[in-house]
């Protein structure tokens, strides 16, 4: 079935330090979906990828989808604190399959 | 966010009882969802309702048991559950069911001692 992998699945940086986290399927995804989830909270849908090499930015946050839409990265410059919780990557084709997940602490 | 609705926010019940999730939609979406969130675990999709009927089970254990009376509302029935079954359980919902982006609930906490 279709899997969704994502790493690292932990990563701790000093504040203002950047920060990567990766998604890999086995499949081709028709579109790639990223959410954030705050400690205590629930998954936020933050953007949404379609298009083959696609690059999006929100501020501090960059999200690229892979040329072969296998792929995709989301890349947050200078952490602040409140950039703390757990980010998730969620794509598929006919459904969506979640990845477990990056949890990013940032130390002040 | 206060599209979705989760009731109770925390349960704690022993395995002979029977309790039910209610999550409710205000969104006007067509697609309803229950996913189970355990520590170190990836998001697991337990069921997907579109326009009221279930269109997906992920071989869930039968001590779950889902209803959808129309497209606002989703409940989750519960009974002889093992204390493994202690999760979050988030309900999500889009406009149309697959590839839309979902809005979650705030999740119920649950106990099962």
């Known amino acids: 079935g279709q899997q969704v992998m994502q790493i690292p699945q932990y990563q701790h940086v000093q504040e203002g330090e950047d920060f990567t986290t990766y998604c890999n399927s086995s499949t081709t995804l028709s579109n790639i979906q990223w959410y954030k989830q705050r400690p205590g909270g629930h998954p936020v849908f933050l953007i949404q990828l379609v298009k083959s090499g696609e690059v999006k930015k929100q501020k501090r946050l960059t999200f690229q989808f892979g040329e072969a839409k296998k792929n995709s990265s989301l890349h947050i410059t200078a952490t602040q604190t409140t950039d703390v919780g757990t980010y998730f990557c969620?794509?598929?084709?006919?459904?969506?399959?979640f990845g477990i997940g990056t949890k990013l602490q940032v130390i002040p | 966010e206060t599209g979705v609705t989760q009731t109770p926010r925390h349960l704690v019940m022993g395995m002979t009882n029977k309790k039910s999730l209610k999550c409710e939609q205000h969104?006007?979406?067509?697609?309803m969802y229950w996913y189970k969130q355990s520590a170190k675990k990836p998001l697991e999709l337990m069921f997907v309702y579109s326009l009221e009927e279930r269109v997906e089970n992920n071989s869930v254990p039968s001590r779950f048991s889902p209803e959808c009376p129309n497209s606002s509302h989703l409940f989750l029935h519960l009974h002889t559950l093992q204390p493994e079954d202690s999760a979050l359980y988030l309900c999500a919902s889009s406009d149309g069911q697959g590839r839309s982006r979902q809005y979650f609930g705030p999740g119920t906490r649950l106990t099962v001692t």
């Open positions: 969104l006007g979406h067509n697609a």
């Open positions: 969620a794509g598929g084709y006919q459904k969506v399959t």
